[in-house]
């Protein structure tokens, strides 16, 4: 895309003429999104998926996913799952959409960009989305922690994300509150390895819809096992933002 797939800043850099410009502002959501390639249904563990997440001030929604549709289809994306979220409660943030890709390992995603890069599909989506979008934010994430599957298919997501100052004791904890939580659909924390400005973690709780979402955070939040979550967290973790997010398309 245009604006919303790179592998460094050469990549972003590609057009001149104006059809993408570098916002320094984190912006990140996702999800999620495996992006997240995850594990069986209903577990959790330790593992070493990794995800690209793109934050993107969109213009023109039709014109960019006609370009995103196109790019997708082609042979050169690979077997990983990607997907595109707008954001529906999100602050101040300048990001309209955030688009999510998963990869197996370090060594897929480096093949995929390879791959993708230097594809004629790549140059045709840059001069197709030209003007459509500017690029906000890129950021790389490992995933420490997933309970559920499914989550690029899910209908919404609440994204939190925050400041850890001790990340071993963080996810020992978090790891106990997942275990003790029925989610509707899957939890996943993150652990940025770049772009992240501050950010060291995201926890991404998805849902099927806007609903079990909301009364899911709801059972959460009164639960037992989420207060004694906080105190034990207290003084190493602070939250910077909470969004929301609907899923657009998975390709």
Do not use: C
Request: proline content about 2%.
């Amino acid at each position: 895309m245009q604006a919303g797939w790179a592998g460094n800043k050469n990549e972003f850099s590609i057009d001149t003429s104006g059809g993408i410009t570098m916002k320094r502002r984190f912006r990140i959501a996702m999800f999620a999104s495996g992006a997240l390639l995850w594990l069986a249904a209903g577990t959790h563990a330790v593992a070493d998926p990794v995800e690209r997440v793109v934050g993107l001030d969109v213009h023109n929604p039709g014109a960019f996913l006609l370009a995103m549709d196109e790019l997708q289809a082609s042979d050169v994306m690979g077997d990983g799952q990607r997907s595109l979220w707008a954001a529906v409660f999100d602050g101040s943030n300048p990001t309209s959409h955030v688009f999510v890709i998963s990869y197996d390992d370090y060594q897929d995603l480096q093949d995929t960009d390879r791959r993708v890069f230097e594809s004629k599909a790549w140059s045709d989506y840059q001069q197709k989305s030209r003007g459509a979008l500017d690029l906000v934010s890129v950021a790389m994430g490992i995933q420490r922690i997933t309970k559920g599957s499914g989550w690029h298919n899910h209908g919404y997501a609440m994204v939190y994300v925050m400041s850890v100052s001790d990340p071993a004791t963080y996810a020992q904890e978090f790891s106990k509150l997942v275990d003790a939580m029925d989610s509707p659909g899957s939890i996943r924390l993150m652990e940025m390895r770049a772009g992240g400005e501050g950010t060291t973690h995201i926890v991404v709780v998805t849902a099927p819809d806007f609903v079990s979402l909301n009364e899911f955070t709801d059972q959460l939040q009164a639960s037992r096992a989420y207060a004694d979550f906080v105190k034990k967290v207290r003084g190493i973790r602070q939250i910077r933002t909470t969004s929301i997010y609907r899923r657009i398309k998975t390709w």
